[in-house]
């Protein structure tokens, strides 16, 4: 849930990049730090293996501006992808605001994909959410392989609800800040819902 400081006039939110194994989670947060002026972002906190899969999250903290006087700050996080760190996965999804799903477009993993969103759901309902109430946006990425599968095709296994939905291109930063300012705004719009 949003935190908000009314005395220190600041909204928190806690936006959580899910998606399987290796699909670019981490490489989104990595374009976004390094595009990012240093007076937006704090420290980018990564905790990863010898082999660069993240261990138990990568931590990324932006304040980007201010709606209706209160001062705006994201923390994003990425979730480990691989199978087995189910248990870090979620943990990181407490408190949740919004979810970025990244996609691995590569025809190989359709399968890996498939699981991770039913993995996203099961974890949020054990907490209490629904991932059709919660602010989501999906990301279709390594837009640019060849054995990349059709986004129509994604679509349809991936987002058949059509949230909003984002090609990217992760290592060169096509389709980062796009999705990121997507799920910013749906959570954001949320907080003024709430407020009134
Ligand atoms: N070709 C291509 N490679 C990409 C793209 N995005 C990420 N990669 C590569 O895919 C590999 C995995 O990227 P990560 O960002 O570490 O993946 P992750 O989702 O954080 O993986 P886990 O931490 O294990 O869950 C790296 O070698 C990236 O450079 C992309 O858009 N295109
Ligand atoms: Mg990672």
Redesign the pocket.
């Known amino acids: 849930m949003s935190f908000i400081n009314y005395s220190s006039r600041e909204i928190n939110c806690k936006i959580v990049y899910y998606?399987?194994?290796?699909?670019?989670?981490?490489?989104?947060l990595?374009h976004i730090y390094q595009k990012t002026n240093p007076d937006v972002k704090g420290k980018m906190i990564s905790l990863?293996t010898e082999t660069?899969?993240?261990l138990f999250f990568?931590f990324l903290p932006l304040a980007l501006g201010e709606i209706r006087g209160f001062k705006t700050r994201f923390h994003l996080y990425?979730?480990?992808?691989?199978v087995f760190y189910d248990a870090s996965r979620k943990l990181i999804l407490k408190g949740v605001d919004g979810v970025v799903f990244?996609a691995d477009s590569q025809i190989e993993r359709v399968e890996a994909n498939l699981e991770s969103v039913e993995n996203l759901r099961t974890n949020l309902a054990e907490q209490g959410y629904d991932l059709d109430k919660l602010p989501y946006v999906v990301q279709y990425?390594?837009?640019?392989?060849p054995n990349a599968a059709s986004v129509a095709e994604l679509r349809r296994l991936l987002n058949p609800r059509t949230v909003p939905e984002f090609e990217?291109?992760?290592?060169?930063g096509v389709g980062v800040f796009d999705t990121l300012k997507s799920v910013a705004k749906l959570v954001l719009q949320v907080f003024m819902l709430g407020s009134g």
């Open positions: 998606g399987p194994g290796l699909c670019g989670k981490t490489t989104n990595q990863a660069e899969r993240t990568d990425t979730v480990p992808g691989q990244v990425n390594k837009r640019d392989l990217a291109t992760a290592t060169n």
